[in-house]
């Protein structure tokens, strides 16, 4: 599929990305290059040679497949801004591709699997 974007808003997040050897491809948010100010980062696949518009930060993967954490630190105990936040990452494609579902991000606190219910 080629590179994938990650585009974080601005707020107090921690994410990172590791490719499937564990290795850290980048930070994100507050301990990454963007300093919670927010941005658009993009994963690419080792080897990757297409120049990239200016304004990306860039992590580079040594294998096709990378997992992508995030953490929001609730402010004053507001949990719900905290998951407003999260929900507001958007993962995407570096090249449009024709009916990619916008990502669907799952509460795992609330979500029925956790409770016995068959998924």
Not at 15 to 22: E, F, K, M, P, S
Not at 28 to 39: N, Q
Not at 70 to 83: N, S, T
Request: charged share 20%.
């Amino acid at each position: 599929m080629g590179p994938i974007v990650v585009e974080m808003p601005a707020g107090p997040l921690i994410g990172v990305v590791n490719d499937a050897d564990g290795r850290v491809v980048m930070d994100l948010g507050l301990y990454g290059p963007d300093e919670g100010r927010g941005g658009r980062h993009v994963i690419v696949p080792s080897g990757h040679r297409r120049r990239l518009p200016f304004g990306y930060f860039v992590g580079t993967a040594h294998t096709c497949r990378v997992l992508l954490t995030l953490r929001a630190i609730a402010q004053r105990g507001d949990a719900k801004r905290a998951v407003g936040l999260l929900e507001r990452v958007n993962v995407h494609p570096f090249t449009v591709v024709a009916g990619f579902p916008r990502v669907r991000w799952i509460d795992i606190d609330v979500h029925p699997i956790l409770e016995g219910d068959p998924p």
